[in-house]
């Protein structure tokens, strides 16, 4: 019989936790924001009993990091015990909401030992660790540290009659469970893979890829792929922990092919809502940033094209540039559906669209710097005159004689600003349509999205109603284009849109309904498959999932584009009214609700009789 939650922490109570990633103060990927939103949850319920391990690997640590000096007790005594055998270990406080008990070590101390330790994994385990990898020989330092560190604290708790549960996020930290295993200590161990590294290459070359999961040789694909050793790390690790736990159905297939074990725990991913949630304040902040997109728009449109910014809707994706992954192939080609959809039907609308990715550039586009830059001289200039004007034309109001006539306001202005604004204009204006992409790419000619934007001429044409701004680095307040983070973005944005190929969860569209923003998803994300089970009517709280699962890319594309066209049609009101539900169905999300999955695999850890 299920435990109620109560039920869960009471089984728990007295035990010790500790909870491995590479990611621990090291923002290199999405389970960063895994571990750092769940860890207020964690430490409440947890307290002392709780502990985060990473490797020291972030160069800026003691800006996030306050170190404890008092070593008495059992994690205490085990950090002196591993600087009493030579290791550096970093013991304090992660500086996040929670202020979790976090132990970083320096793989540095054991790099030298690193080709004896992959000699050793391959005679014990099998494990073809790759020498040439500089990231796998990191990994295989870290598993000797942690793994040491882990015995040492497992014994210091073993004085206290502590039972001690250790979680490992992916095939980075998970290598110890193997040890631990074979040695049959008394540690529980608990795997979670947020994605198979065999399942990320493979969706990438594969358009069948989910129907031909039963039919792949995963040794093979792996070998190909040059990935043997991590698919190795995965596969055995899985089949040797206690709790096996993936964070959605769509990767416990994966696991089920790939790992020959199917999960024991879904452990959804969630946030910390109250960080987002603005509640009454939701369209205030829509409005407020909305008005520093459309700054952007003006600057880069308007010298151009100018058009209604009343009847304007921004649309977005972002993430990790994967073109096929993250579905920038099928969003591309909605976009152009769209566009002659709404040629087509003569909707007074117009679309503006933002891929936000990452990709290697070496400068912001001059012309994109020097229109916004004009673009603020002549704000500047307007400003100036409409002081010199108001300012005169209420001495003139004061001083008039019964005439009640407003007089000519070109009076009022100087010539100097006249000419001055006339020159401007004359330099801002431009038969040049506007540039699609903002920032100037190493690898232009090579890029996906430009080379798909090319072929289908999806170019910023005056005719266009659909316009496309390509921004190849991530949005932060530092940027000379927007001046705002991606949070603030986001909330200045109308949908987002996620149509993921392959995403083991997919924290972008959740993230966007925290910010009262409406989404697109698909059901081979996490995400999009947990809401497709789990929420009711969710399109009526901005939640659109697109189904893709045995449907071709095309089919998938056009079923997108009506997405985006119904979306379109939907009154002010009725956007407004998703703004709210938006948010509100967010709060699904919130940690404090699916820490009770992970509290189940912890549980089951302690209950497992496998040996």
């Not at 490992?168 to 040890?179: G, N, Q, R, S």
């Not at 090579?446 to 910023?460: A, G």
Request: glycine share 6%; with cysteine; charged share 25%.
């Amino acid at each position: 019989m299920e435990l109620t939650p109560e039920e869960q922490v009471q089984k728990l109570s007295g035990a010790f936790l500790i909870e491995s990633a590479w990611e621990v103060c090291n923002q290199v990927g999405g389970i960063y924001t895994v571990i750092r939103s769940k860890v207020p949850v964690m430490t409440r319920q947890w307290q002392d009993n709780y502990c985060l391990l990473g490797p020291l690997m972030n160069p800026n640590i003691s800006a996030e990091f306050d170190p404890i000096t008092d070593l008495n007790g059992p994690l205490g005594q085990a950090v002196s015990r591993m600087r009493d055998l030579g290791y550096e270990v970093r013991y304090g406080t992660w500086l996040v909401t929670g202020r979790p008990y976090t132990v970083l070590l320096d793989i540095k101390s054991a790099m030298n030992d690193v080709a004896g330790i992959r000699q050793q994994l391959l005679a014990d385990y099998g494990i073809h660790i790759n020498g040439q990898e500089e990231l796998q020989n990191q990994v295989v330092a870290f598993a000797d540290l942690s793994t040491k560190f882990v015995k040492i604290l497992s014994e210091e708790l073993q004085k206290e009659n502590q039972q001690l549960i250790t979680q490992f996020h992916e095939w980075m930290a998970a290598l110890p469970i193997l040890t631990f295993r074979k040695e049959k200590l008394p540690i529980k161990t608990v795997f979670t893979t947020h994605a198979t590294a065999l399942g990320r290459y493979l969706a990438m070359n594969d358009e069948d890829f989910y129907n031909n999961l039963p039919d792949y040789d995963w040794k093979s694909a792996a070998t190909h792929f040059n990935i043997l050793g991590i698919a190795e790390i995965e596969r055995f690790v899985a089949q040797a922990c206690d709790v096996l736990t993936t964070v959605s159905e769509v990767t416990a297939r994966e696991c089920q092919y790939f790992f020959t074990r199917i999960p024991d725990v879904i452990t959804p991913n969630g946030l910390n809502i109250k960080r987002f949630v603005a509640y009454h304040e939701v369209q205030n902040l829509h409005g407020k940033y909305k008005d520093i997109i459309h700054q952007f728009v003006m600057g880069h449109f308007f010298n151009s094209h100018p058009f209604d910014l009343d009847k304007t809707l921004y649309f977005f994706t972002s993430g990790r540039y994967e073109f096929k992954n993250k579905g920038f192939d099928i969003t591309l080609e909605a976009l152009q559906i769209l566009n002659s959809m709404l040629k087509e039907s003569g909707m007074d609308v117009t679309v503006v669209m933002f891929f936000i990715t990452k990709r290697p550039t070496w400068s912001i586009n001059p012309e994109v710097l020097q229109s916004r830059g004009v673009m603020e001289e002549i704000r500047k200039t307007c400003d100036t005159i409409q002081q010199q004007l108001g300012e005169r034309l209420f001495y003139d109001a004061a001083g008039s004689k019964n005439e009640y006539r407003l007089p000519d306001l070109n009076k009022f202005v100087d010539d100097f600003l006249r000419l001055k604004y006339r020159r401007i204009l004359q330099s801002w204006k431009s038969d040049k349509w506007p540039i699609v992409v903002t920032h100037n790419l190493v690898d232009d000619i090579n890029d996906e999205i430009l080379q798909y934007i090319r072929r289908t001429e999806l170019v910023n044409s005056p005719k266009d109603k659909v316009k496309v701004v390509y921004h190849p680095d991530f949005i932060d307040s530092t940027s000379p284009l927007f001046g705002i983070d991606y949070g603030e973005f986001v909330r200045g944005c109308h949908l987002g849109i996620f149509p993921s190929y392959y995403e083991p969860w997919g924290y972008t569209p959740l993230e966007s309904i925290a910010r009262g923003v409406p989404t697109i998803t698909s059901d081979f994300s996490g995400f999009g498959d947990y809401i497709s089970a789990n929420v009711e009517k969710h399109e009526d709280s901005g939640v659109y999932v697109l189904k893709r699962y045995r449907r071709k890319p095309r089919v998938a594309a056009k079923d997108l584009a009506m997405m985006m066209f119904k979306f379109l049609k939907l009154t002010r009101r009725n956007r407004m009214v998703q703004r709210n539900k938006a948010e509100d169905l967010s709060e699904h999300f919130d940690w404090s609700g699916l820490v009770r999955y992970y509290n189940q695999a912890y549980v089951q850890s302690l209950e497992s009789k496998r040996s």
